[in-house]
């Protein structure tokens, strides 16, 4: 008796250790396949302020965290590009790198009035991309992990984390997770366990509690600036 116990107890710990195994290979996988889909981005404007009754002009700088979504669209939050699409800059002063620090070509394509989104088209690839997978529904407590590029060096810095709620906060729906990022990670993108895309990181502050814009607002917005949804009236694309 004791030795069948004891073989279904050392059968029941194998079948848990091997399921494991097996999240941590899948898990493993998807964050790799991440990695490669994540940009840093530079935006650069001058600013002329008074000092001693004179002007003085200076650089400021915004970094950010941008991602492929399809084979050859990218996007970010559009305060990553506040600067850029006010001034109405030519792209030298607007940069991007991949995750080896090759930098490429992009457009502008578009981004929605009150909304924390824009589309960039990638005009230079290094590798061809499947569409990325969308989940619509996330559990609260779900695992969760946030691909960034916030500084200049070539590696991508993955955070994990877990999904607390689902908020509306007035210009669209965000999960609010417990991802501590980096200054430069608004716009990394955040999966699931199974690489799955739950959202875009928009907001991060010294807590550690941030917010996702969700999965199904990217693809709801991607679809108006693309013209495969009609636009309400309440929904405006800003010229640029």
């Known amino acids: 008796m004791w030795v069948k116990v004891l073989s279904y107890a050392l059968t029941g710990y194998t079948a848990i ?49 941008a991602f492929l979504y399809k084979d050859d669209t990218l996007v970010t939050t559009k305060s990553n590009l506040s ?13 991007i790198w991949d995750k080896d620090l090759k930098k490429c070509r992009i457009e502008v394509i578009g981004c929605l009035e009150g909304k924390d989104i824009c589309f960039m088209k990638l005009l230079d690839k290094n590798k061809n991309h499947s569409d990325i997978k969308t989940v619509d529904r996330t559990k609260i407590g779900e695992h969760v992990f946030a691909a ?3 500084n200049f060096e070539p590696s991508c810095q993955i955070v994990h984390g877990h999904v607390h709620n689902k908020v509306d906060r007035g210009n669209g729906i965000y999960y609010k997770a417990d991802v501590h990022l980096e200054k430069g990670s608004n716009g990394a993108p955040l999966f699931n366990s199974s690489g799955y895309l739950v959202g875009m990181m928009v907001e991060c502050n010294h807590t550690g509690i941030s917010y996702a814009l969700t999965s199904e607002e990217i693809d709801d917005a991607y679809k108006i600036i693309t013209g495969k949804r009609d636009i309400k009236k309440e929904e405006q694309i800003p010229k640029f």
Not at 45 to 58: A, S, T, V
Not at 83 to 94: D, G, P, R, V
């Open 148 to 150: 960034s590029m916030p």
């Open 17 to 65: 250790k091997l399921k494991d195994y097996i999240q941590n290979v899948s898990l493993e996988s998807s964050i790799s396949k991440a990695e490669d889909r994540v940009y840093r981005l530079n935006t650069q404007h001058k600013k002329r302020d008074m000092l001693k009754m004179q002007f003085r002009e200076k650089i400021i700088e915004t970094r950010g965290t």
């Open 83 to 95: 600067a850029y699409l006010k001034t109405s800059a030519t792209n030298e002063y607007l940069s």
